[in-house]
Every structure is written in C-alpha cells, then in structure tokens.
C-alpha cells in the first residue's frame, strides 16, 4: 500500500510539467497576427477562405511558439523573451498548414482536419 502511495504522490508531482505543454493562454502561446489572410490560401478549401474573407482583419490566434517563430520569421527565443512582459505577438509573414489549423479552430470554429 506504501508503495502505491508513493507511486501516486510521484506522478501528481511529474504531472504539472504535462500543464506547461503549449496550453491555455500565456503557456507558451504567442498571438499571431494575420495582416494579409491571402498567405493561408495554399492551406485552406474553398469554403474556408471564403469564411475568412468575410473576417476583418488583423486576424488574431494564439499558436505555439515554434509555429509562430516560423511563420513570423523570428527566433523562438526572441518571442520567449517578450514572455516576461507579456503575451508575446508577432505579425504572420508566411502561411503554414499549423497556421491555418490554429485559424480554423479558433476563427472559424471548426474542428481541426476538416
């Protein structure tokens, strides 16, 4: 029984590092802004871009650091270093099927893969 309880109270202490996984808002998370929604077409259906024509823009989403690094064009550690004064953010100069996901699920409500 001993060992049981030890078992447990050793996975309640590894489980806050799964909370710190690029969750929620400020975990992590860097808002993207989308200037030019054009990016995306190559990453979007017909019906999607459509939707998010009719969106005003910025278009705003909170992706994971390294899809933001990756799409704004800068280093994962300079969006890092913006965490200490606040929720990071970074303007989209390029499209990426991660992007585009981020969009769809939190601009156009829809369920990632469709």
Same mark, same amino acid.
């Given at each position: 029984?001993?060992? $049981?309880?030890? @078992?447990?109270?050793? @996975?309640? $202490?590894?489980?806050?590092?799964? @909370?710190?996984?690029?969750? +929620?808002?400020?975990?992590? =998370? %860097? @808002? %993207?802004? %989308? ?5 995306? *077409?190559?990453?979007? *259906? ?5 939707? =998010?024509? *009719? =969106?005003?823009?910025?278009?705003? !989403?909170? %992706? ?9 064009? !800068?280093?994962?550690?300079? $969006?890092? &270093?913006?965490? &200490?004064? +606040? ?5 989209? &100069?390029?499209g990426s099927k991660? $992007? ?6 939190? &601009? =156009? ?6």
């Amino acid at each position: 029984m001993r060992r $049981l309880m030890i @078992a447990a109270a050793a @996975a309640a $202490l590894a489980t806050p590092g799964l @909370a710190q996984v690029n969750t +929620g808002s400020g975990n992590g =998370l %860097v @808002a %993207v802004n %989308v200037q030019d929604v054009s990016i995306l *077409n190559n990453f979007l *259906n017909h019906d999607q871009i459509s939707a =998010l024509n *009719n =969106l005003s823009v910025p278009v705003t !989403v909170n %992706v994971p650091v390294g899809v933001a690094a990756n799409v704004c064009g !800068v280093n994962a550690n300079v $969006l890092a &270093k913006q965490r &200490k004064t +606040g929720m990071p953010t970074c303007t989209a &100069k390029s499209g990426s099927k991660a $992007l585009a996901q981020n969009v769809i699920s939190q &601009k =156009l409500n829809q369920k990632r893969g469709h």
